[in-house]
């Protein structure tokens, strides 16, 4: 599926979808060059799920947790663009961290990916003139509640 983002309005609205369809144990996958929106999309969901502050990206932390309440879940929001090794996510604790949360993964190949996971939804985004574009990839268990 194909999703045209000309603005962000139209980037905030499907954040919102995706955020209403968000369980624990998924994975929101973020793929796409430097500025294509990946952070901004991120954003998008957890203000959806009920944060009201600011969503630093984590690029240098490597991972960031949102707690629910206030969130509707608990979120894990990590940016991957920094390992080199997909094996640095042992030292990370990832999995500790994704206990009964959802996860958003920015730059996930350089963690070795998660398109294998059932609950992964992959969004590969695209620069289009001064839009963006979704290119949306669902795991089986988005089937059916696709955003």
Not at 99 to 120: K, N, S, T
Request: proline letters at 8%.
């Amino acid at each position: 599926m194909t999703e045209e983002l000309p603005d962000l309005a139209a980037m905030e609205a499907l954040g919102t979808r995706i955020a209403a369809r968000l369980r624990p144990g998924d994975v929101v996958a973020l793929e796409g060059d430097l500025g294509a929106g990946k952070t901004t999309l991120a954003r998008a969901i957890l203000h959806a799920l009920g944060h009201a502050g600011e969503v630093p990206s984590p690029t240098f932390t490597i991972i960031e947790t949102y707690d629910a309440p206030p969130l509707r879940l608990p979120m894990v929001h990590a940016d991957f663009y920094r390992l080199e090794d997909p094996a640095e996510l042992r030292e990370l604790g990832l999995e500790d961290y994704r206990e009964d949360a959802a996860l958003i993964a920015e730059w996930p190949a350089r963690a070795g990916g998660f398109a294998h996971e059932p609950g992964c939804l992959s969004l590969e985004l695209e620069i289009v003139g001064q839009g963006r574009r979704a290119i949306v990839q669902p795991g089986g268990d988005w089937v059916g509640r696709m955003p």
